[in-house]
């Protein structure tokens, strides 16, 4: 928005009737705008929403003839092609193929384990792409998995599902990964399914081993990637992937030396999300002992969400060496730390309130030693508590009380510090 606000005070007398368009708050000054500036705003519109992207551009493109020309001129407004389980046709994303021109495209597919009747599946919908010869403009790719993944992935081995989804040409060998070389792979799991047993992570970590980092390898140009669990890396194989810059994994229950060999595939590595949950004093089995520098990193961002109280000798004995590395060169970090409780709201407040909620334990492993974050000069540092769906305390009851001791002797070079 402050482009649009930037650009459009060169043609609007008051720029502000731009912010006030955006907020729909007159039709009016919408059709005031320059040709350009209104062209911009669709795109933001679809940036601000991405999964209703495109009918938000042909919603704005029926408010006016004029509207609607801008519309249809602006090829990247057409270039997200999303397929859920709800799809029962391939109509509009034909529609958006022909309207995008030769913009680079954003592909989000959905692989589901129901059969249901009249509705396009993912193989339907790849398929698609293939034909019309798309597959080499397809810049991000977003795949989301709806799956039972709290009874593991036991579909996998039905016939059906072989034949219609996961399992299918597209995504099991790897023929559309093979073909395609995204700058941005996101690999999601559906909300409703967010509990992933040790089985379904088995399952999945050899999935995504076997679909994404075998194709990356040989010839991806990926700039980023997120992934829900951490892939299977095999012995024979060299995953080294030298364009990627970003990464995100989301990790359940412990953090293994798997994390480590994984970091390790990425030897450009710039930024690192880690967003992890944690049961119990588990969570760091299996670590290396000695500390392994990844000097690339520049940028880090760690959301770690705790399941347990501090009372529990579980969390006072444990220690959170977070994959054990060192980043030399780290310049700026974002940390959430949070305590996430199952007692109901009723007396909620006297449980938050009975004792201090005690982030230092964490917070002296997160930071054991002046080395690991040597030239670590901006750090931000959110404290939270919330129940077990992320609602902070402070919008159910008063606010908790929060201890932390901050070891700042353990970072040197820190310049910029906010909580």
Known sequence: ??????????????????LAVWHGRTTLGLLSLPNELLSMCFEHAIDEDFEDGPFVALRLSHI?????????????????????T??????FTEACISRSGRSPLTVAVTFSDKKLSNRITATQFLELLEERNILARCRRVIVILSCNLKNGLEEFDQPIFIQEEIGSKHFGSCVFFSNVTPDYVDVRIDQD???VSDT???QLSLLLGETFLDSMAERCQLKHLTVPALPTLFDDADYLVHSLSSLHFVLEHKLDVSAVAFLACFPALQDLEVTLTVYGVDTTSNLFQEHLPFPSI??????????????DEEYVESHFELINCI???????????????????QGFQEYVLRSEWDFTPLLDSLFPHK??????????????????????????????????VFPLRNLPSLKNFEV
Not at 86 to 91: G, I, P, V
């Open 200 to 202: 379904a992570e088995l």
């Open 64 to 84: 006016s003839s004029r509207c609607r020309a801008i519309a249809l001129g602006n090829t990247k407004i057409w270039a997200t092609l999303h397929h859920d």
């Open 86 to 91: 709800s799809m029962c046709s391939l109509d």
């Open 1 to 18: 928005m402050d482009e649009i606000l930037s650009r459009g005070s060169q043609n609007v007398s008051d720029p502000s009737r731009a």
């Open 193 to 195: 399914h967010w509990e």
């Open 327 to 345: 980043f030399p060169n780290a310049f700026n970090m974002d940390l959430l730390l949070e305590f996430r409780t199952d007692i109901p709201y």
């Open 371 to 404: 080395h690991r974050y040597a030239s670590l000069e901006n750090l931000s540092v959110t404290f939270k508590v919330a129940d077990l769906a992320g609602v902070p305390a402070i919008e159910i009851r008063d606010s908790p009380v929060g201890a932390a």
């Open 298 to 311: 520049c940028n880090l961002r760690f959301r770690l969400h705790l399941l347990f109280e501090p009372e």
